[in-house]
């Protein structure tokens, strides 16, 4: 397949929910393509539609018009683990498990053996500096290092789409700026597609394109915008 060949697509994808008077629309018909090498900036205020696009794109919620296909990649059963990362606002680690399992669950489910999972999920923390907590618990560390789990844990299946839903939502800027740098990092080094929603304008303006969505509605590669939270 050609580099261009896209990862995901989009084909007047729309997603309302509910039904009868009472249905709310959250995506208007949308057309939208994104290909290996993309770092697109998804902004827009709250209840745009951002989170509805990227659950679309990520396989995880099924449209209500149009389709949804990911030609690169193969059918959605071959989504994950591993090729299609997704990054939640929220907490997302399983208390149960520590660190080191959490981040290599996902590995395992795959296929991987325990030993190799264990290793190649080191090493995703090690990329974070977050090796020194492997033993421990969510409940024993900060959000923040929690959320830099969750990213560590998305990339360590080294995968082909990274989907980011306002990642550094419930971070202080320091550690927003470090999560971003290591999913520009990772995503540069493995070829990745990066898509991140985000409020940050800090955060938008470190990635190349900015799609911009109002009420359900896409506008796309609008590289100049104004825009506020």
Known sequence: MSARTPLVRCDGVARTFGTGPTATVALQPTDCTVVAGQRVALIGPSGSGKSTLLHLMAGLDDPTLGEVSWPAIGDRDALRPGRVAVVFQGPSLLPA???????????????????????????????????????????????????????ARALAGNPSLILADEPTGQLDRA???????????????????????????????RLSERWEMHSGRLHSDTRETTWSR
């Open 175 to 205: 550690n927003g700026a470090a999560v971003v740098e290591v999913l520009l990092a990772a995503s540069a080094h493995a070829g990745s597609a990066l898509v991140v929603s985000t409020h940050d304008a800090a955060v938008a303006g």
């Open 97 to 151: 498990l520590t660190i080191l399992e959490n981040t290599a669950l996902p590995l395992l489910i795959g296929g991987m053996s325990d030993a190799e999972a264990r290793e190649v999920a080191h090493a995703a923390l090690r990329t974070l500096d977050l090796d020194a907590l492997a033993d421990k618990l969510p409940e024993e560390i900060s959000g923040g290092q929690a959320q830099r789990v969750a990213v």
